[in-house]
């Protein structure tokens, strides 16, 4: 007999309680998927403020995951803690047998991240990353579009993103705050919605005077695949002038005709033109635009996508969309990216 599929939700537990951890305690209590039974952190004033959020109380709280492991029945941890501690705290929940949710990057380094995914594999664990801009409409759509061949095979994409962090955090001491805390969702995006997966990368990026920042916030990029594709992406933390949605505004050219992608706005622009537009174009030198596509409804989106993926993955055995193992190589974009701007030189990407 098949096994029966386990429909209760994912005990799960954050760690991790600065600005971002305290707005995951939100979504967690929203999901259907979820629920949240412990919270981790070792800055006491932080467990007060978020365990009244969470509407729970001080039995709940932890200072390590090993102790709220050891005290609450659990499934799986979400770790929302700075990068560089990524590592360490996943580690720790899989020696506590509980899946991983994390949030990007992955990891700090390509050995750290393909530590975590020894330790996941050795012990039948999942572990995911948030890369929660998959599951967005707007990306959905554009995946559905490029999936059904609808401008035939891609050789060209323009990505440009220009928006600014809402509150001063731990990317404000980051070396390419901009590459490996914001780029790296739109280089997983190329990778999950378009099937890019380039081969090397050329960059440079910088810090202009305006910035708050210790790091570089503005840098263009340039990828190529082996399949003729050329990406281009061009991104600031710190704008002056008009600002894009957090999902970055894409062009896509392809073989049959391109996408322009902003937010949940799709627009389909096929070489076939319909009369009505052949016509107007001639009578009133009226340019087509394309077609408006209407964007995929999602019953989970965003954040809640991620929730949603995770348990499902867990409760199913099988790998997530975003799993470790899919996302390093995400990671490894990046990293090559980081390391392109610092040399000025092109770099080939490699993950094995």
Known sequence: MADTFDASPLRLIIVGLGFWGESWIAVVRQSRHCKLVALVDNDEAALVRCAS??????????????????????DAVLVVVPPAMHTQLALEALDHGLHCLIEKPFASTLKDARLVLERANSSELVVMVSQQYRFRPGARTVARLVETGAVGRIGAVHI??????????????????????????????MRGVLGVEP????????NPSWSTFKGNTAATLIFDSEDG?????????????ARTGWDGVWDIFGEDGSIHWDGDEVLLRPLAWPFLARARR?????????????????????????????????????????????????LALTIAAVESTRTRATVELAVE
């Open 53 to 74: 959020a969470a509407g729970t109380d001080s039995r709940a709280c932890f200072e390590s995951i090993a102790a709220a492991a050891e005290e609450v029945e659990s």
């Open 199 to 206: 081969t090397r990368v050329q960059g440079a990026s910088s």
């Open 229 to 241: 594709a050329i990406v281009t992406y061009t991104g600031t933390l710190v704008p002056r002038g």
């Open 282 to 330: 001639r009578a009133l030198k009226h340019e087509w635009t394309g077609y408006h596509v209407k964007p995929i409804k999602l019953q989970d989106a965003d954040r809640l996508g991620s929730l949603a993926e995770f348990r499902a993955a867990i409760r199913e055995r099988r790998e997530p969309e975003t799993s470790g193992r899919d996302n390093i190589r995400s």
């Open 160 to 189: 440009h993103f220009a928006n600014e962090l809402p509150v001063r955090g731990f990317q404000h001491e980051m070396d390419e705050p901009l590459l490996m805390d914001m780029a790296i969702h739109h280089l997983d995006l």
